[in-house]
């Protein structure tokens, strides 16, 4: 998951990318195998760089999940409220 306002830029890239591994560049830019650079996300943007493709869709992802966990917990529950009527009642 994407935290912090610091992202990485390749020499040639017209992408930054989070610091998240699920991305197969930034997994080669913590690996060593490609030169990065690190700026904060502001700055890429207003140098015309685009969010990675690889790190919108995580990024994407993890929100959906955060989200999701609260409805699951409620539903998880409600769940358990139902149960516990059903042995009091019976």
Request: a positive charge.
């Amino acid at each position: 998951m994407h935290t912090g306002d610091e992202v990485f830029i390749t020499k040639t890239g017209k992408n930054y990318h989070y610091f998240d591994d699920d991305c197969p560049t930034t997994s080669r830019i913590l690996k060593g195998r490609i030169a990065a650079q690190r700026i904060k996300e502001t700055e890429a943007i207003a140098k015309g760089y685009t969010l990675c493709r690889h790190c919108a869709k995580e990024y994407k992802e993890d929100l959906a999940e955060r989200k999701g966990c609260g409805t699951a917990a409620l539903l998880f529950l409600g769940a358990g409220i139902i149960l516990l009527a059903k042995q009091l009642l019976f």
